[in-house]
């Protein structure tokens, strides 16, 4: 490999990396924000429900 390579490989393995980050944890993120959202629509559900009472 000559020198002049080295810095736009260095790049393209960054950008990369990113991507790879990106595709691993917007759908563990989504997943965990789907959990949160769901357990507070159900205690919100119950307090809800003793209200009517």
Same mark, same amino acid.
């Given at each position: 490999?000559? =020198? /002049?390579?080295?810095?736009?490989?260095?790049?393209?393995?960054?950008?990369?990396?990113?991507?790879?980050?990106?595709? +691993?944890l917007h759908p563990v /993120?989504?997943?965990? =924000?789907?959990? @949160?959202?769901? @357990?507070?629509?159900? =205690?919100?559900? +119950?307090? @809800?429900e003793m209200d009517a009472?």
């Amino acid at each position: 490999m000559f =020198s /002049h390579e080295g810095i736009p490989l260095v790049f393209l393995f960054l950008v990369l990396l990113l991507g790879v980050l990106t595709a +691993v944890l917007h759908p563990v /993120h989504a997943f965990f =924000s789907w959990l @949160k959202r769901r @357990k507070q629509k159900t =205690s919100a559900g +119950v307090v @809800k429900e003793m209200d009517a009472r």
